[in-house]
């Protein structure tokens, strides 16, 4: 039999079969859509923070965070903003998706746990950052846990799930601020972030420069590290590429060494060998290919991993990462 090799990441998932059920305008730019199992059956449990990978087409996977009621599993929920520079997955959610489409999914995972002791959580929203939040609001509203929700938005037709926020059942906890400055939108994280109470949790999520805002004034006023939660939709910054040099991978399971040249990564020179990896966002950004690191020293360029397992430096993300050492070996 001929064909590639199949190896894949540690995160490697069987996919399902569901329909659009729904489809709504959830806020300007922002598509709501409700998938199901085609026989009504229940889906695949989650807890809140969780994503799913939708496959949109060819090569063209996306996460999106489920944003619905998690004890609900007759639907799962999702909304999607459109990007003005979309590489292909907004565009395909906004423009090729109706009630009927079959879509494959991921079962869903959860990069963004929340902390089961927390005596109380301060959720953080820049934009559609709103998603994963909103279900931790749901289900720390539905548990009767005390929790605090502030969602920033451009104006308030941008807002996604305004109604619950607004005058729903999570109006009460939930704090809008709309079309503020980034000097205001500073002072208002800050405010918030000030009002530090005991073994309290922060989760952040949006855009790259709200979250490294948020994260900076967390530290600063002494949150520890331990409680700042944040989710990355987009590479914090550009890997960089200028200085890379060659190195080589060898896989511990085969004994197969691959060099990997300064303008590859490991995925395209084991994809150049004729390998199938399983990827999904090849931006650092989605855990997919996170891969055990059984010697050598990896030089981090994702930002799925934590600084702390970034310095332990017994996995990395191959989508991305590169070596500090002339040999990594990976457990492959
Ligand atoms: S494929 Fe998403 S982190 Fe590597």
Redesign the pocket.
């Known amino acids: 039999m001929s064909g590639p090799s199949r190896i894949l990441?540690v995160n490697q998932m069987s996919t399902l079969s569901v329909r659009v059920t729904a489809v709504a305008k959830a806020a300007l730019d922002v598509r709501q859509l409700q998938l199901a199992l085609p026989d009504g059956a229940p889906l695949p449990a989650y807890e809140p923070g969780s994503h799913i990978d939708v496959h949109l087409g060819p090569s063209l996977v996306r996460?999106y965070s489920l944003c619905g009621e998690c004890g609900d599993l007759s639907t799962y929920t999702i909304a999607v903003k459109r990007e003005a520079n979309s590489r292909g997955g907004s565009r395909a959610v906004h423009e090729s998706l109706s009630v009927g489409t079959e879509l494959k999914i991921s079962r869903p995972r959860n990069n963004f746990p929340m902390a089961a002791d927390a005596e109380h959580s301060l959720l953080l929203a820049g934009g559609i950052g709103i998603t994963p939040l909103i279900s931790m609001a749901r289900a720390l509203q539905a548990g009767g846990r005390s929790f605090e929700l502030a969602a920033f938005s451009r104006s308030l037709d941008h807002l996604a799930f305004r109604a619950d926020l607004e005058t729903g059942k999570l109006a009460p906890s939930s704090r809008i601020h709309h079309g503020l400055s980034r000097d205001d939108t500073e002072a208002a994280l800050r405010a918030h972030l000030s009002a530090r109470r005991e073994n309290a949790h922060i989760y952040l999520c949006g855009p790259a420069p709200f979250m490294a805002t948020g994260q900076a004034l967390a530290r600063a006023l002494g949150w520890p590290e331990e409680a700042i939660h944040i989710e990355h939709f987009a590479p914090a910054s550009a890997p960089a590429t200028g200085a890379d040099e060659w190195f080589e991978v060898r896989l511990s399971r085969t004994g197969v060494v691959i060099p990997v040249a300064p303008a590859q990564t490991i995925?395209d020179a084991m994809r150049a060998r004729g390998m199938d990896v399983?990827?999904?966002?090849?931006?650092?950004?989605?855990?997919?290919?996170?891969t055990s690191v059984l010697s050598g020293e990896p030089d981090h360029r994702?930002c799925?991993l934590t600084a702390r397992e970034h310095a332990k430096g017994d996995c990395m993300?191959?989508?991305?990462s590169r070596s500090r050492s002339p040999l990594l070996v990976l457990d492959l």
Do not use: H, L, Y
């Open positions: 990441g996460q995925v399983e990827t999904s966002c090849e931006q650092g950004v989605c855990g997919t290919c996170i994702d799925f993300a191959i989508c991305v």
